[in-house]
């Protein structure tokens, strides 16, 4: 059974940092894309980060220099890392898994979701 899962979500007020975590079980992790998303409400889900299989990194224009995704493949984790958080990045964000062959930034290219972490930024 595969699972994802997140934590290290909170409230952190503007300029604050926040590192998120998903540990991921059940299928064989190197062979992933990782991917965070994140959806705040009435809004639907968008694409933040990804680490592709031979590490290279994506990210949305919007965190572009404040967020840093990385993997650890001996703990079968990602990790997104979030400094300078701003209000408009409250949300709650999910880790994805997907084989690949499709469009990275798409929800609908994933394969596996989390269940999601808050996280909500105060001014």
């Known amino acids: 059974q595969v699972q994802l899962v997140e934590s290290g979500g909170g409230l952190v007020q503007a300029g604050g940092s926040l590192r998120l975590s998903c540990e991921v079980s059940?299928?064989?992790?190197?062979?992933?894309?990782m991917g965070w998303f994140r959806q705040a409400p009435g809004k639907e889900r968008e694409f933040v980060a990804g680490?592709?299989?031979?590490?290279?990194?994506y990210y949305a224009d919007s965190v572009k220099g404040r967020f840093t995704i990385s993997k650890d493949n001996a703990k079968n984790t990602v990790y997104l890392q979030m400094s300078s958080l701003k209000p408009e990045d409250t949300a709650v964000y999910y880790c994805?898994?997907?084989?690949?062959?499709?469009?990275?930034?798409?929800?609908?290219?994933?394969?596996?979701w989390g269940q999601g972490t808050q996280v909500t930024v105060s001014s």
């Open positions: 994805g898994a997907r084989l690949g062959g499709r469009d990275l930034y798409s929800v609908n290219s994933y394969d596996y």
């Open positions: 059940g299928l064989t992790f190197s062979l992933y894309f």
């Open positions: 680490w592709g299989w031979v590490g290279t990194t």
